[in-house]
């Protein structure tokens, strides 16, 4: 019997269009899924550009306009993939015009808009997801199994940093990552953003109260020459312009489950590609992530027998752990792109099933509303609650 064919528009095409083109084309490779995703069209605005990601990414047809896209009949999922500006606008017509969408983080660039899309998509009875795709590790999600059964008891911390060097050079251009118009903010939004997530996924728990620092240490860059600039490839002109983002942010939480937290974004820790790190403490045992050794992780037990204790270091990849069976034997590992792959299978089963899915625009409202937190903690140097 033919699978059912869920048709879906991907609105951009550069680094997160290419992850989740390739998910939509493998995740029937490797999951045995119910439904078939159809890569019906891609939709960008500089025609030559978009045109030429329907062929490399595999798609049926390319369109450089959003609203025709969202507006077709044929069309069942709106998949986000473009400047965070923009999310907010695309998802909200998206829902009123009945499809499912899968967003790129973050939700929106303000708390407002956010809600807003939140509201909106709790209203319609549709699918809706955030794209937090590091959820998807097959080791963040057996990490979390651990701690909600209590494996390490009682959590008491909860500390995470994040940290890149790919603006380390001040003569990296003004890309749109570092336009608070655009991007809403600097290493906060893109990096913190999705720490909080993996606390609030890994732990089950929200944000109690907040307590930030930000700081901007190049103030100045060249303006971009090609306004296509991404993270590589830059084309910097001339003159100078502002950057209107932070550069770093560090703050402190209170957990609503009784622990503390500590986080750290920046973009400018020379050496640090992608350093995507977190542990927490419990009562009975520690547990360490490391995004750039994604198939692994650390856990230390204290009722493991005196003259043995120790930090472990567990392979991810048995069988039995989430989303592992679907791919390779045991120490196999796989990779980045994998992430997306499970995410989109989730997604798709969310819609064939009529279940919700997570991370849902609930969980990118609550992500937000932390981000806020911080940054108005930083203005008035106070802790500060987020806002339900």
């Not at 109260?209 to 240490?217: A, D, K």
């Not at 830059?234 to 983002?245: L, N, R, S």
Request: with cysteine; charged share 25%.
């Amino acid at each position: 019997m033919a699978k059912k064919q869920l048709n879906v528009a991907l609105i951009g095409y550069q680094f997160m269009g290419k992850a989740h083109s390739n998910a939509y084309r493998q995740v029937a490779r490797f999951f045995d899924i119910e439904v078939e995703p159809v890569l019906k069209v891609i939709c960008g605005r500089h025609e030559q550009k978009v045109r030429a990601a329907q062929e490399r990414f595999g798609w049926q047809e390319y369109s450089t306009n959003w609203e025709d896209v969202v507006a077709r009949n044929d069309i069942d999922i709106i998949d986000i993939g473009t400047p965070n500006n923009t999310h907010a606008q695309i998802a909200q017509a998206a829902l009123k015009a009945g499809k499912h969408v899968l967003c790129e983080k973050p939700l929106a660039t303000t708390l407002e808009d956010a809600r807003a899309s939140y509201e909106l998509a709790k209203k319609s009875g549709l699918v809706h997801g955030i794209c937090h795709n590091y959820r998807f590790v097959p080791a963040v999600a057996y990490i979390a199994q651990l701690v909600r059964e209590g494996r390490i008891g009682k959590v008491r911390h909860f500390r995470a940093t994040y940290l890149q060097d790919w603006i380390v050079d001040p003569n990296v251009p003004l890309v749109w990552r570092l336009d608070k118009s655009i991007a809403g903010s600097g290493s906060h939004g893109d990096l913190n953003g999705h720490l909080i997530d993996t606390a609030r996924f890994v732990m089950g728990t929200e944000f109690a109260e907040v307590i930030g620092l930000q700081e901007t240490f190049i103030k100045k860059r060249p303006l971009l020459a090609d306004t296509e600039g991404g993270l590589a490839g830059f084309k910097a002109a001339q003159d100078m312009g502002e950057v209107t983002v932070d550069d770093v942010t560090a703050f402190l939480a209170r957990l609503e489950n009784g622990a503390t937290a500590t986080f750290e974004a920046t973009r400018l820790a020379p050496g640090r590609k992608n350093h995507h790190r977190w542990e927490i403490n419990g009562e009975k045992g520690s547990i360490v992530f490391n995004q750039e050794r994604m198939n692994e992780f650390e856990i230390y037990l204290t009722d493991d027998p005196q003259g043995v204790q120790g930090f472990h270091l567990v392979q991810a990849t048995e069988s039995f752990m989430p989303y592992m069976s679907a791919y390779w034997p045991v120490a196999h590992i796989i990779g980045y792109e994998h992430t997306f792959i499970n995410l989109v299978h989730d997604f798709l089963l969310a819609i064939v099933r009529g279940t919700p899915f997570t991370p849902s625009f609930e969980d990118g409202y609550r992500n937000q509303a932390v981000l806020s937190a911080v940054e108005r903690s930083c203005e008035t140097r106070q802790w500060t609650k987020p806002e339900k």
